[in-house]
């Protein structure tokens, strides 16, 4: 059993606090306003772990991180792959979602790994953004094709490149990859597999296709044009009416002095610190389903584990505190499919919690200092953390 100060329960804070009991990896009870003296009292927040939306466990967040992915040996990967997921829970994080694998060095682990939904290599153009992991595809059949092989690989999710990316030379963050046949074969695809979809999205035009192609999600979200990115109130409202969910990749970590190379491709589409937080303000103010993600993994700037600051750009870009948690918790766990067990304080849910001095709701920086992480928690000390 835990005793904690406050519980926040995935979509409230309880600040009477209360009794947590844990059996066999699953919550089996909780006790609200409960302190039973017997019990010692943690004076924290207890708190689902959270979950990343977006990460690259494939990636070492060394300099050139992604583009070192597709030299490394399949042992390599299985290690890098380890200890980003050691990285993101030390960090209180519990749950990720890959959207970037190479040779099925994520997929491969799904049996075992309960604690990661994976979408295997994203699905792009020919010499498209991230081709290098191994999803080139072009026209509708080769579409199908290649979401089917997802499917039979295990993927809990399909990813599409709708637009270029930064980190791509080559590519253009500003315009679509894919046609308009091309990107609803995928999400048509998928779908009668059972399979959400996904996509990265920077281009104005990309978003707004994904959005007419019937997407479940879309990361990035950052509205870039040819003359500059600015997220406008026809896409806002778009995204409000939709429902999909809007993964904003925020989270960087400011100690890290990002290479001059990297802040000139940013620049060259349009993107600064500034612009994105203003199109992050404007999505929330919007009323968008935003969940969170940090795209942890692509260099130093990007670590694993960097979720907590993610958060704290959402609230910086006004967010409130109770609704960033969210984002990481009952938001992210339904835009994972794992709402069912996973982002919530409650009996049947699994025993994935997170215990941080002080109270997240008013100081989110809170979330800095972990006192505990349980992943899968029998009731007894922590198993990971």
């Given amino acids: ?30 006790r609200l306003g409960e302190h039973p003296d017997s019990l010692e009292l943690i004076d924290g927040t207890l708190l689902p772990g959270l979950i990343d939306c977006h990460v690259h466990l494939c990636a070492d967040a060394g300099p050139g991180a992604l583009d070192r992915v597709p030299d490394a040996t399949a042992e390599e990967l299985s290690v890098t792959v380890e200890r980003s997921l050691r990285t993101h829970l030390r960090a209180g994080v519990t749950t990720v979602r890959d959207l970037g694998d190479l040779r099925g060095a994520v997929l491969s682990r799904r049996p075992e790994a309960w604690n990661v939904v994976a979408s295997g290599a994203p699905l792009t153009t020919p010499g498209g953004h991230c081709w290098f992991l191994g999803g080139e595809v072009r026209g509708p059949d080769d ?77 990035h979200c950052t509205s870039v044009t040819a003359s500059g990115a600015y997220v406008d109130d026809e ?25 001059p190379e990297v802040i000139a491709m940013a620049a060259r589409a349009g993107l600064s610190q500034s612009i994105l937080q203003e199109g992050v303000a404007r999505l929330i103010r919007a009323g968008v389903r935003v969940v969170a993600g940090s795209d942890a993994g692509l260099g130093p700037a990007k670590p694993h584990g960097i979720l907590p600051r993610t958060l704290e750009e959402y609230v910086d ?3 409130d505190p109770a609704d960033a948690l969210a984002s990481a918790t ?10 069912n067990r996973k982002g919530r304080i409650r009996a049947g849910f699994d025993a994935d919690l997170l215990v941080v001095a002080g109270d997240p709701v008013a100081d989110i920086t809170a979330l800095r200092r972990p006192l505990g992480v349980y992943l899968g928690w029998g009731g007894g000390p922590a198993d990971r953390g």
């Fill in 330 to 339: 009952v938001r992210a766990a339904e835009a994972c499919g794992v709402q």
């Fill in 143 to 219: 579409v199908r094709r290649m979401v089917r092989e997802r499917a039979a690989q295990g993927a809990d999710v399909v990813k599409v490149m709708a637009s270029g990316g930064v980190f791509t030379p080559g590519t253009d963050t500003a315009a679509t990859q894919f046609t308009d046949e091309e990107l609803t074969a995928a999400v048509d695809e998928a779908h009668a597999h059972g399979l959400p979809v996904t996509a990265h999205a920077h281009a104005h035009a990309a978003i707004w296709q994904a959005l007419r192609a019937g997407v479940d999600g879309i990361e």
């Fill in 1 to 30: 059993m835990l005793r904690v100060a406050r519980i926040f329960d995935g979509e409230r804070l309880h600040p009477g606090g209360g009794v947590v009991v844990a059996a066999g990896g699953r919550i089996t009870e909780v």
């Fill in 317 to 319: 870009s006004g967010m």
């Fill in 235 to 259: 896409l806002t409202g778009a995204l409000a009416a939709s429902g999909v969910a809007v993964c904003l990749t925020l989270g960087s970590d400011p100690a890290v002095v990002v290479p």
